[in-house]
């Protein structure tokens, strides 16, 4: 094993970027999770999504 330095789990990162890569090419459910996003916005839940999407943008904004 190679010395590696840094935060994170190099292994957990990989494993991450592989599932994640398999989804963006399953179009059929990217499709599914666009249509449940879309319904969420569309649902009692939606003040509170566009609220955390708000105070998310704005500590994105500060850091």
């Known amino acids: 094993m190679t010395d ?35 319904d969420a916005l569309d649902s009692d839940e939606a003040a509170e999504l566009r609220q955390a999407e708000q105070q998310s943008g704005q500590r994105g904004q500060s850091a």
């Open 4 to 38: 590696r330095i840094g935060e994170g789990s190099y292994e957990g990162t990989e494993q991450f970027d592989k599932e994640q890569a398999a989804f963006a090419k399953d179009a059929e459910k990217v499709d599914r999770k666009a249509r449940e996003a879309a």
